[in-house]
Nanobody
């Protein structure tokens, strides 16, 4: 079992960068696929990015591809989301998620563990 805890959110102007971190301590952190979802006010949670437990594969939403990079450091039990060229439409609460079950990585129901979320606000 892991408990994700996000940090690194904040406010930035369009075109700027932020790096989110997700500390997910647990003896078997390296066995979990990790990911990020986001939720804007009045909208459904949407998939952002995902990295497999061995870092062998990564996946991104089309809206962030080429701007965001997901990575992980299993020794530090931490997952990162580097966000560059931020746009106002990236404004949302970002959630770190974890799963050992596999399945459809696009679906929020695939992930057993969720952090509390961190706010990212991008102003124009």
């Amino acid at each position: 079992q892991v408990q994700p805890v996000e940090s690194g959110g904040g406010s930035v102007q369009a075109g700027g960068s932020l790096r989110l971190s997700c500390a997910a301590s647990g003896r078997t952190f390296s066995a979990y696929d990790m990911g990020w979802f986001r939720q804007a006010p009045g909208q459904e949670r949407e998939f952002v990015a995902r990295i497999s437990w061995r870092s062998a594969s990564t996946n991104y939403a089309d809206s962030v591809k080429g701007r965001f990079t997901i990575s992980r450091d299993n020794a530090k039990e931490t997952t990162y989301l580097q966000m560059n060229s931020l746009k106002p439409e990236d404004t949302a609460v970002y959630f770190c998620v974890a799963t050992r079950r596999g399945g459809n990585y696009l679906s929020p129901y695939t992930y057993e563990y969720w952090g509390q979320g961190t706010q990212v606000t991008v102003s124009s």
